[in-house]
């Protein structure tokens, strides 16, 4: 018996075992493996934006059914970091007459009538 086969403990038949792409098309209809496959483009393309790293993880908790050897029930969960970008700096000042954060020092006289609001 090869390390890949399993013994069916009734008939004493060797088969392979169920190919895992075949497994994941059947659990939840096929959602679970759509959202892997957005999960994957959504990653590569962050990993890409950001170039930092991040990861992709799928988990599959299987559990007897009670009463019965032959079902279990599967549940499965997908998860996983997806890298972000740093953020960019703003600076503003603040206008103490309203408390509103602006671009242009409020107290700074104009040079030659202009201030930086593009309102004079």
């Known amino acids: 018996m090869t390390e890949n086969c399993v013994q069916d403990k009734n008939t004493e038949a060797v088969t392979e075992p169920r190919d895992f792409g075949a497994f994941l098309l059947d659990v939840n209809r096929g959602e679970s493996h759509r959202e892997l496959s957005q999960g994957l483009a959504d990653l590569v393309a962050a990993v890409i934006r950001t170039g930092k790293p991040g990861t992709l993880t799928y988990t599959v908790r299987v559990e007897p059914a009670s009463g019965n050897d032959a079902i279990v ?10 890298p972000e970008g740093e953020r960019r700096t703003s600076i503003f000042y603040v206008d103490n007459s309203s408390n509103s954060l602006v671009r242009h020092n409020p107290y700074q006289e104009s040079l030659f009538g202009i201030n930086g609001d593009n309102n004079s």
């Open 73 to 82: 029930t599967v549940t499965d969960k997908i998860g996983g970091k997806t």
